[in-house]
């Protein structure tokens, strides 16, 4: 049962101090306020989430120092009337409510003879501020990232999107966490239904604590043994404004970094923003390639043990030879091989992500030069297969999206068993049954494979965005996520209008 | 919210049906033609393309009357019991026909792929492939096949082109030296390469424009029958219209003869494989989706995943069947010339006929009254 906040400021108090006794990061103080210091007041903060130092230019310490300058009569009837309304401040008529408020990192202030607890904005948790993403690099383009602040978040994508048609859905995620999650998203644009589903979705769990994006993202996704992910992640703003304009939603989570784009697909998770800063032509080539090193992150290695192993005719008998010499003395099976080599470069990789920044490099230079060079002049392994795995490992981290690289990882090693136990047919059932699974995926309703698949919902357009990316010109369009009579991205005005 | 599992489009539709028929038709054909015809093979394809676009036709007649679907259609019509033989017939025809392709689909994993694996292994991933592809829905089989369309049909077109290179036009002689019954044998032979059309009967509650189906349909054909003429004037012009009575699967041994430029792989028959396995498992999964459908709704089961199940360990025991006793195999090619083709004209036949009488006599009674 919530406790009500009440006129009677001695009770307020003591109902507060009951819910925070045993809290020493929570400053608690009773202040008199008004002409003569006559009536009391009580405010309440988080320590380091309030400039505690500098009261006199904070909105509170200007707040307090105005009820400082009035006579005692007038107190309520001026905070009722004039501060309830001011910026971001909220009356709440709980004590509970309040409590959240004054945990959201703002300052809770209770007034003796006023029965509503107010809360009154100030600079809040610390945290980052903005700074450039560490993942998601592009050439030409911004380099501002998503900090682990959901208000800054927000407001590096309004910055971006200034239209009152960015509307930003709050609600709560994690019992005892209470953390912000933020649906940002175009109304104008969306689907309402995937918009109702993403809240659905949302609340069908509760969970005791929602530290990162990532946890909802595990929540909400309806195939929980895909390796693919379901969602797209980003930590660049710009990204997320162009998802937004595109008709899809962006799920924000308080305390993370990483923004969550519905739907996605599998060409979403291959393109990158720069490929629509950039000319067409150099847009398409690195994104056909993308979509090469995607399929053959995955195939790669399995390959090499399909030609080596079972169908050694399919190559010219020069290179059969060479590959055969540098095989001679190495120990192990060809399949034994390739799985070590692949096991020493995820732990490199592992190891490498979990270094502090200039020893993750060294572990890079010390796996991939000395360890690779010493176990080829060892016969552990043969030069061929450091180089496929290699070049695998290189394809792999053309994928732009981690999450989504992360699965062809996995996969990669379904591959090798099945190309080591069975040659090109055991490629071909592992790429069959790969596909066949892509093909059931959905995210929110689209097909993982779009527009590859059910490219007639948008009358064959999104097809233009693919492989290549065709010249802004030709895509006037949004894709299909965007609501029927609203796609319309592009338009050309006088000479050119007609021109085109 | 925009994909329904349970509805394609009609670019769906043709390329599933691309692939359906190209596979097999293109594998087998060319062989059985030129040992019949010689190289009148090419006339058997136009004459059985022309009756493959009448029995689309007739397809398309029996279609515009569909109300829901065609087991409907055919109790409505033709009354109960008809309706029910008539199931039986086409369950029969679709699951043994899956249970062909699997032992033929296997039969060319083991010949080019595999020669050491074991029937029963091979057969037993492509069977629970078949069922996975085929758990969720008619949408996600049709977008596999969208998707791997031109995956396979331009490294496909492009052997084809080089191939061309080695045809010796003289070998294309002699012309109309075929007999009638010998190119009504080929002629016979090419429609029923063309039977799975009828499978479009029973996809009108799937499609998205079901008055566009027999036109998406009749572009597969057209496309089927002009990739199997291209490729059967390109193998009697490379080995001869002896030769290529003698081998098992021309058209595989073809891509391994192909000289592309560059020569860095020398044997691409392996590669190659892939087209033949891709497509020859599209008419698989087929037969067991549609044998599923119709076994479905003979038992009144529409949420019964056993089913699918026991159509697939159906198709395994026929293909097994296939493997073993060669004579099996002969069984159902005269199954498949002196029952399934005559009886899938009889069965659109008979249900425009019953069909017509049934409307005049409505609009008799309707003119009385």
């Not at chain 1, 950039?278 to 290695?301: D, G, H, N």
Request: proline share 4%; hydrophobic share 50%; charged share 20%.
């Amino acid at each position: 049962m919530p406790i009500q906040v009440t006129q009677d400021l001695k009770k307020n108090i003591e109902n507060f101090e009951e819910l925070f006794s045993d809290c020493a990061d929570i400053k608690k103080r009773n202040i008199k306020v008004g002409q003569n210091l006559e009536r009391e007041c009580f405010i309440a903060y988080i320590e380091v989430a309030v400039s505690n130092v500098d009261w006199k230019d904070s909105a509170v310490g200007k707040f307090l120092g105005k009820l400082r300058t009035m006579p005692e009569e007038q107190l309520v009837s001026y905070v009722r009337d004039n501060v309830e309304d001011i910026s971001d401040s909220q009356p709440f008529d709980t004590i509970e409510d309040a409590a959240q408020g004054m945990l959201a990192g703002d300052v809770l202030f209770f007034l003796d003879g006023y029965g509503k607890a107010l809360k009154i904005p100030d600079k809040g948790y610390p945290g980052r501020g903005v700074y450039e993403t560490e993942s998601e690099k592009v050439i030409r383009g911004s380099n501002e990232g998503f900090s682990e602040s959901i208000k800054l978040n927000t407001a590096l994508i309004r910055k971006r999107l200034r239209s009152p048609h960015v509307k930003v859905k709050e609600s709560f995620a994690g019992r005892r966490t209470h953390t912000n999650v933020d649906l940002v998203y175009m109304k104008d644009l969306i689907h309402p239904k995937m918009l109702e589903e993403i809240e659905n979705r949302l609340s069908e769990f509760e969970i005791d604590g929602a530290l990162d994006s990532g946890i909802v993202e595990q929540l909400t996704e309806k195939r929980k043994y895909s390796p693919f992910p379901q969602f797209q992640t980003t930590q660049r703003p710009d990204r997320a404004a162009m998802a937004i304009l595109e008709g899809r939603i962006v799920l924000l989570s308080d305390n993370s970094p990483v923004a969550l784009i519905l739907p996605a697909t599998y060409n979403t998770f291959i393109q990158t923003s720069d490929d629509y800063y950039s000319r067409w032509e150099i847009a398409s080539f690195t994104r056909a390639l993308r979509y090469l090193a995607s399929i053959l992150a995955m195939v790669f290695p399995g390959l090499y043990l399909a030609m080596t192993n079972f169908h050694t005719q399919i190559l010219p008998t020069d290179l059969l030879l060479s590959l055969a010499a540098a095989r001679q003395g190495v120990p192990f099976p060809a399949m034994v091989e390739v799985i070590l080599m692949e096991i020493a470069f995820e732990l490199l990789r592992e190891a490498g992500v979990r270094l502090p920044g200039a020893n993750g490099n060294t572990i890079g230079i010390v796996g991939g030069l000395i360890i690779g060079q010493a176990a080829v002049d060892a016969n552990i392994v043969s030069p061929i297969v450091v180089i496929v795995v290699a070049l695998t490992a290189l394809c792999s981290f053309a994928i732009p999206n981690e999450e989504f690289a992360t699965a062809f990882r996995i996969l990669k090693f379904l591959f090798i068993f099945l190309c080591g136990s069975m040659g090109f047919f055991g490629f071909l059932v592992g790429f069959l049954a790969v596909l066949i699974h892509l093909s059931h995926l959905e995210s929110f309703g689209i097909p993982y494979l779009a527009p590859f698949v059910g490219a007639e919902l948008n009358g064959y357009r999104d097809e233009r965005d693919t492989f290549l990316r065709l010249p802004l010109d030709f895509l006037k369009k949004r894709p299909v996520y965007t609501r029927e009579g609203a796609r319309t991205r592009l338009k050309f005005k006088g000479s050119r209008e007609k021109k085109l | 919210m925009f994909a329904d599992n349970w509805k394609i489009s009609l670019r769906q539709i043709r390329r599933l049906f691309i692939m359906d028929i190209f596979g097999m038709s293109s594998l087998m054909l060319p062989g059985i033609l030129s040992s019949m015809t010689g190289a009148d093979g090419i006339f058997c394809l136009l004459i059985g393309a022309i009756a493959g676009a009448v029995l689309l036709w007739l397809v398309g007649a029996n279609l515009k009357h569909i109300k829901q679907d065609y087991y409907g259609y055919m109790k409505e019509t033709a009354g109960q019991l008809l309706g029910d033989i008539f199931m039986v017939f086409y369950f029969l025809y679709f699951v043994s026909l899956c249970g062909y392709v699997l032992n033929q689909v296997t039969m060319l994993i083991l010949t080019w792929l595999l020669p050491e694996g074991s029937w029963t292994g091979v057969s037993i991933l492509l069977l629970l492939l078949g069922v996975y592809g085929s758990m969720r829905g008619i949408e996600g089989r049709a977008r596999v096949y969208e998707i791997i369309f031109w995956f396979l049909g331009i490294p496909l077109l492009v052997m084809l082109f080089f191939a061309i290179q080695e045809v010796n036009t003289s070998y294309w002689t002699p012309i109309v030296a075929s007999g009638g019954i010998q190119l009504f044998g080929g002629s016979t032979a090419v429609l029923i390469f063309l039977l799975p059309f009828t499978a479009l009967l029973f996809l009108k509650p799937f499609c998205k424009k079901p008055e566009k189906m027999v036109s998406s349909a009749g572009n597969a054909l057209f496309t089927v029958i002009f990739l199997n003429m291209l490729i059967y004037l390109i193998l009697v012009g490379v080995f001869g219209q002896n030769t290529m009575g003698i081998l098992e699967r021309p058209i595989i041994t073809l891509m391994g003869m192909v000289n592309l430029p560059g020569g860095f792989f020398t044997r691409q028959d392996v590669l190659m494989t892939a087209v033949w396995f891709f497509t020859l498992f599209a008419l698989f999964n087929t037969g067991i989706f549609q044998g599923t459908l119709i076994l479905k709704e003979l038992c009144q089961q529409s949420e019964n995943r056993w089913i699918l199940v026991a159509v697939a360990t159906a198709a395994f025991f026929i293909g097994k069947g296939f493997y073993q006793y060669s004579f099996l195999t002969e069984v159902f090619e005269i199954y498949q010339s002196q029952v399934a083709l005559p009886g899938m004209f009889f069965i659109l036949v008979v249900l425009l006929f019953l069909h017509w009488m049934k409307t005049s006599r409505n609009v008799q009674r309707g003119g009385n009254t």
